[in-house]
């Protein structure tokens, strides 16, 4: 496979492709707003004693990891943080994609899958974490995501934080979601962009309920390669996959279906995903600024580059709550060279900040950034 590879031309990064406006840098300003006052009364939204993230804010656990980058890989994919082999420890946080808390069955199937690599040298892009020695991945269990553009997600996300509020009005309630959505709240004409993201955002009913285990888990937005561009994708290896003794889900036979499933697996064998780079070779078929498009895998293949390993662990029932809860992942904790790129890409940076600023705080907790498991899975280093 990686024999085939060699020779191939691939697009070259291009600093040019990540100008926000002046309207982009205000959209933003919106969207942070909305992200604080929706974590504000997010407490009260899902009906429980503390504040959430504004997306993914159940939590199914978080687990003890190890990430291995491996050796002599091909000089495209040896890149920024993979140039060189290494073994770190980490932790993962599995989640839900809704922004509630509630009963696996009125949450959907979209999940998350966060990853903390610990002891990475190099500069970090968060102004107020340049020398944290950590490096983070946010994933989704699904190729696409259901928007484009910086000034669409300034409205489109403000109908994400209602969602479950629209479905919860059945059919009416899904046909004004539609209505809302297609026509930015009333305010224009359905477009082709907003077709396409509608449809986009439809897929995700398309994800089948499994083991949450078996999915394999995506960047969605594009990321800087060193040299170049790529896409990531976090897929169980076949031998992992064949370990799962309980694969199938059914969201409705008890309201906590999806975290028994992953702690049943862990605590009785160990489990291991493929880290896995898609590079770019050409903007037309795989674009940067459109991740409502599904980059094709015969034309821009997945290497495999790391490894995730999560060994076999005792959990407890509720998944190492508090920790999960205490921990705070974005994609902007990383070095410069495998940065997040692209327009919508950029909003992120601001938006996970202050998630996670305001979530802390109105929880009355450190936010405190740990630098290996031992003190990631210690409750003590959070406390005030």
Known sequence: MLNKLFGRRY???????????????????????DIRDY???????????????????KGYC???A???ILPKLPKEYAQGIYAKPARHEAVIRFSNGSSRVAADNKLGLSQGLAIKVFGVKGEKLLPDEQDSPNFDYNMINFPIFFCNTIQDYSYISR??????????KGAKGQAKFAFDWLTQNGTKLPSKESLKTFRAFSKFKTIKPQNTLLYSFYSQGAVRHGDYMAKIRV??????QAKIKRRDLDVNATNEAIRPLILQEIREHDYEFDVQIQLCRNLKDQPINDLTKEWDEKDAPFVTVAKLTIPCQDVPDDGNFDIMEHLS????????ANRPIGNLQHARL?????????????????RAEPTNLKQAFDKDFYNL
Do not use: M, W
Not at 159 to 168: E, G, I, V, W
Not at 235 to 240: D, E, I, L, M
Not at 353 to 363: D, E, P, V
């Open 235 to 240: 897929a169980p290896t076949k031998a992992s």
């Open 62 to 64: 978080a687990l003890k």
């Open 350 to 366: 601001r938006a996970y900040q202050t998630a996670s600023t305001t979530r802390h705080r109105l929880n009355h907790k450190k």
């Open 11 to 33: 697009a070259k990064f291009d600093p040019a492709i990540d100008q926000l406006t002046s309207d982009d840098e205000k959209a933003i300003d919106q969207i942070t707003a």
């Open 159 to 168: 109908l994400f934080l209602q969602l479950n509020d629209y479905f919860a």
């Open 39 to 57: 974590i504000g009364k997010s407490d009260t939204v899902s009906k429980i004693n503390y504040h959430t993230r504004d997306a993914h804010a």
């Open 66 to 68: 190890n990430f291995e």
């Open 329 to 336: 992942f974005t994609p902007f904790r990383c070095i410069e």
